[in-house]
């Protein structure tokens, strides 16, 4: 692509070099720049990528995008300054690869939990529609059918722009995606196009990167702050902080709720484990998904699609075929008649959430035991909240390993305890092995008893000291299962 071309709508400051010349890629990464492409300086978390302009010309790099020249210019390298190397990569990739953003309908979805379910379910809906769309989620990337494995929630911004453009090529109309706070925070979405946003809830979450709740929230909130007039901005206002999210947005404003009166209004009318009988806008259908932290997000994908055009009815179909998502209150009963329930709930609120869920559906004959921990290097403060959910919700928890990363499982364990109140001490126990945590469980376990394992859901590994051993609870279930029932 020509430079020229690539470089419109980008204020540039100052410019040395030829401007009239052909960039073959993008990269922010200098050990990925090749022969004739375009190194852009950004000055991330841990690293300035001013400290390897040179290494980046070395590579290849014809042209260099940056904050600040370097002190030694080469005469056959165009070199443009720029306020913000972060905002200014989102619009060189948007040109890059054609805007496609503005050729697709792009949803985004923020909040703490649901993420993941909503855009999944919306793009199941849109399948079941008749529509093949793209997913850009936690679990994996999608386009039309072709699956691709997840890097992070939201990908860096080349990478968001190259799937779009891949998306548009394949004939996709729509693409949902996930949009994480540290995506929002560090401008990976600098330059889409959206065309609807909607917000889940915010809870307890991230606080190792935010630092304050309230950071949390506004960088929440400044995705739905920058939606242009010819977007939706659609909100849970079931949640506190729902509101906040529209305060400042130019976008159209548009709610739903299941506590209170809203645009879309749903209601939960009968509920066991194998699905639940939902009032939607005076519509009644029924889904194979449970809990109800899922008819807010069901809700939400109604109200999606209804704002992009289609009719209740032909929505409340396609509802009705959805199947579960991948880790997501997923069921598994056993022939002696034990059910367990995989769910990713790894925040206080989630997790609440799911024991919530359950409780709602169990007759009280049966017990509810928890299996669950905290993932290491991430947000300490939600370890003791955590500790005092699950013992208070479950008739037994077991405290135990989710991914401790580099730190020691023992002191993640005792931190989460912290929180657990004297009545419920005779509630729990701990077993740092996450294996033998669920082995105790199954042992415990009577007939119709429900386990719930939560905290890692879709995840296939579990992260020790930087290294991703393979674990996969629902695998390790089955596995335990087959052996303690012989």
Not at 75 to 91: A, H, P, R
């Amino acid at each position: 692509m020509n430079l020229h071309i690539l470089l419109r709508a980008i204020p540039i400051l100052e410019s040395f070099g030829d401007l009239d010349r052909a960039v073959s890629h993008l990269s922010f990464d200098s050990r990925k720049i090749s022969e004739g492409g375009l190194y852009i300086a950004v000055r991330g978390v841990a690293v300035d990528g001013h400290q390897f302009i040179g290494k980046a010309i070395d590579n290849g790099a014809g042209v260099i995008v940056c904050e600040n020249f370097p002190e030694q210019k080469n005469e056959n390298i165009t070199y443009i300054k720029v306020t913000n190397t972060l905002k200014t990569l989102g619009i060189l990739a948007s040109n890059f690869y054609g805007n496609p953003s503005e050729k697709l309908k792009l949803v985004g979805i923020t909040g703490t939990n649901g993420k993941t379910s909503v855009a999944t379910l919306l793009y199941d809906t849109f399948k079941n529609l008749g529509y093949p769309s793209a997913l850009i989620s936690t679990v994996e990337y999608r386009i039309a059918d072709e699956i691709l494995p997840a890097t992070h929630t939201t990908p860096d911004i080349i990478t968001l722009n190259k799937i779009l453009a891949q998306a548009v090529e394949k004939g996709c109309e729509y693409a949902f995606m996930e949009v994480s706070s540290h995506g929002i925070h560090q401008h990976r979405i600098e330059g889409l196009h959206f065309s609807i946003a909607g917000f889940t809830n915010i809870t307890h979450d991230h606080l190792d990167y935010h630092k304050t709740f309230l950071e949390y929230l506004n960088t929440k909130k400044r995705f739905f702050d920058d939606l242009p007039e010819t977007a939706v901005a659609i909100t849970n206002i079931d949640d506190k902080n729902g509101n906040v999210m529209l305060q400042n947005t130019k976008a159209r404003k548009k709610s739903y709720a299941v506590k209170t009166m809203a645009d879309y209004h749903g209601k939960l009318l009968e509920v066991d484990f194998n699905g639940m009988l939902l009032h939607f806008n005076g519509k009644e259908f029924w889904t194979t998904l449970t809990g109800k932290f899922n008819v807010s997000n069901l809700l939400l994908v109604f109200a999606i699609a209804h704002e992009l055009g289609f009719g209740e009815n032909e929505i409340l179909q396609a509802l009705s075929q959805l199947k579960r998502v991948n880790g997501r209150f997923e069921t598994i009963k056993s022939d002696g008649g034990i059910i367990f329930v995989v769910d990713y709930a790894h925040t206080p609120d989630a997790l609440e959430n799911v024991l919530d869920s359950i409780n709602e559906i169990r007759t009280k004959n049966e017990r509810l035991i928890c299996v669950f921990g905290c993932g290491g290097d991430r947000d300490k403060e939600k370890r003791p909240e955590m500790g005092k959910v699950a013992t208070k919700k479950a008739t037994l928890s077991i405290i135990t390993s989710d991914n401790p990363r580099t730190e020691e499982p023992s002191q993640i364990i005792k931190e989460i305890e912290a929180g657990i109140e004297a009545q419920n001490f005779s509630k729990y126990t701990s077993i740092p092995d996450r294996k033998e945590a669920i082995k105790m469980a199954i042992k415990f376990a009577e007939p119709k008893d429900i386990i719930l394992v939560a905290g890692k859901g879709h995840e296939t590994y579990q992260e020790v000291n930087g290294i991703k051993h393979h674990f996969d609870d629902k695998e390790v279930i089955h596995e335990l299962w087959q052996l303690m029932s012989k």
